[in-house]
């Protein structure tokens, strides 16, 4: 009987993680649905943004204000309004952390916005121990908390909105990380910490929870209708939260002017496209399996349709995403667009081949159509030009490996691998951005 009870549980809070995850549908779409190939891109620039074919990089610049708006417009909703940022308190945690490796920090951010109103957010920041010289921050936001992110007791539960599986002392935990991986709530803070890289973690939830009944006051938070057509959904307030943390770390001279280094996984991978294309500071971007309204292209059949993501998600994006349910093709702007603008920064995409639901060939053949702006660049060699042949040196590249959606270590060994190829840039000057 006991063990009954504990199988009941266990498959109980399994299903819980799924729907909080992703749609359960993607465990169950077989791989030989997955187009392992390219195949032919829509052409960079849509109808509006320009009249004809782009011809020279000043003219791309030139057109990359409308192309955002249009983003924001049909797929994302508007940024937040601006806010300055003040540090207002400093706090060491923790000066031997992982067994002397790194020190730890508590920042706690006030983020005042145009009309006086105030809203605080807190940060850890984690230095690499006996590492001289400014260092790349590697940006995480965590949906568990910063405690529940960097596998420590220093901060304590958060006070904000967290999802069922991350209560400490659940059944679901073990189970996820089975299925989804070691890495899906947390990252190797250890290997990270090895190669070089200072962590910047946040609990998103202080600023933008992921939950349909809590947006709208979220909205009202920031002085904002919820609405209104315009307003931003979830994705976009999370790529504003970035751009934020970004204002302080990039007073923090211990840090590299032009070391910024987004990292997402699943509905994160596609805010930090998203603040990436908005943001140029963003030095360089690391998104897994971002999947529908992230880096794969829509109408090909394999991946989320927006019908679904929009029905289980209806926060995440603007309202008008959802009217393009009944015609993809419609859509006037596109994952390629969306890459095509963080040009010519670093991008990294990862998948796994039997997730299906994210279609990481869709991204795959995102990632061809936006190489058009890297070239304006000069900066499109080498180039990836197989899905299954994972190019480091490249500035847009996808990294596949088995299995279905979640986080593993070898997603992070080639995260790593990635953003050790491209050191040399963030150690040096954006020019060019």
């Known amino acids: 009987m006991i063990l009954a009870l504990v199988i009941v549980s266990l498959a109980a809070a399994l299903a819980v993680w799924v729907s909080a995850c992703t749609p359960a549908r993607h465990l169950i779409v077989t791989a030989d649905r997955q187009a392992r190939g390219p195949a032919a891109s829509p052409p960079l620039m849509a109808p509006g943004f320009g009249q004809g074919a782009v011809s020279s990089l000043e003219d791309w610049q030139a057109r990359r204000t409308a192309?955002?708006?249009?983003?924001?417009?049909?797929?994302?909703?508007?940024?937040?309004?601006?806010?300055?940022?003040?540090?207002?308190?400093?706090?060491?945690?923790?000066?031997?952390?992982?067994?002397?490796?790194?020190?730890?920090?508590?920042?706690?951010?006030?983020?005042?916005?145009?009309?006086?109103?105030?809203?605080?957010?807190?940060?850890?920041?984690?230095?690499?121990?006996?590492?001289?010289?400014?260092?790349?921050?590697?940006?995480?936001?965590?949906?568990?908390?910063?405690?529940?992110?960097?596998?420590?007791?220093v901060f304590g539960a958060p006070d904000a909105y967290r999802h069922g599986y991350c209560e400490a002392g659940g059944l679901l935990s073990p189970v996820a990380g089975f299925v989804f991986g070691d890495h899906v709530l947390s990252?190797?803070?250890?290997?990270?910490?090895?190669?070089?890289?200072?962590?910047?973690?946040?609990?998103?939830?202080?600023?933008?929870?992921?939950?349909?009944?809590?947006h709208a006051a979220s909205l009202e938070r920031l002085g904002l209708d919820p609405d209104a057509d315009g307003r931003p959904g979830l994705i976009s307030l999370w790529a504003w939260t970035m751009s934020r943390v970004a204002d302080h770390l990039a007073a923090d001279e211990r840090l590299l002017p032009n070391g910024l280094v987004l990292y997402g996984h699943s509905r994160r991978a596609?805010?930090?496209?998203?603040?990436?294309?908005?943001?140029?500071?963003?030095?360089?971007?690391?998104?897994?399996?971002?999947?529908?309204?992230?880096?794969?292209?829509?109408?090909?059949?394999?991946?989320?349709?927006?019908?679904?993501?929009?029905?289980?998600?209806?926060?995440?994006?603007?309202?008008?995403?959802?009217?393009?349910?009944a015609d993809e093709a419609a859509l006037p702007v596109d994952a390629h667009h969306l890459l095509?603008?963080?040009?010519?920064?670093?991008?990294?995409?990862?998948?796994a081949w039997r997730d299906t639901w994210s279609d990481p060939a869709g991204a795959f053949r995102a990632a061809q159509g936006a190489r058009p702006a890297w070239a304006l660049y000069a900066a499109d060699e080498p180039w990836q030009a197989q899905m299954d042949a994972f190019e480091p040196a490249s500035r847009l590249a996808i990294h596949m490996r088995g299995g279905l959606h979640g986080v593993r270590a070898s997603d992070w060994r080639a995260?790593?691998?990635?953003?050790?190829?491209?050191?040399?840039?963030?150690?040096?000057?954006?020019?060019?951005?």
């Open 415 to 433: 995260i790593l691998d990635f953003a050790d190829a491209h050191r040399a840039r963030l150690e040096g000057d954006a020019g060019g951005q």
């Open 187 to 214: 990252p190797p803070v250890g290997e990270i910490l090895a190669r070089g890289y200072a962590l910047a973690v946040w609990h998103e939830s202080d600023i933008g929870p992921d939950s349909p009944g809590l």
């Open 67 to 153: 192309l955002l708006a249009a983003l924001d417009e049909h797929i994302y909703g508007a940024a937040p309004p601006l806010a300055r940022v003040r540090l207002t308190a400093s706090t060491p945690v923790d000066a031997a952390a992982y067994q002397g490796a790194a020190r730890i920090e508590r920042h706690a951010l006030e983020m005042t916005l145009e009309d006086g109103r105030t809203i605080t957010q807190t940060l850890a920041l984690v230095l690499p121990a006996n590492v001289s010289g400014p260092l790349p921050v590697i940006l995480v936001a965590s949906d568990c908390g910063i405690d529940a992110a960097l596998g420590t007791e």
């Open 340 to 351: 095509a603008l963080i040009a010519p920064r670093p991008v990294l995409l990862g998948g």
């Open 270 to 325: 596609k805010a930090v496209l998203l603040a990436a294309a908005r943001d140029r500071r963003f030095a360089m971007v690391l998104a897994l399996q971002p999947g529908t309204g992230g880096g794969a292209l829509h109408g090909d059949g394999v991946g989320e349709p927006v019908a679904s993501i929009t029905q289980a998600y209806p926060h995440w994006f603007s309202r008008r995403y959802a009217e393009y349910a």
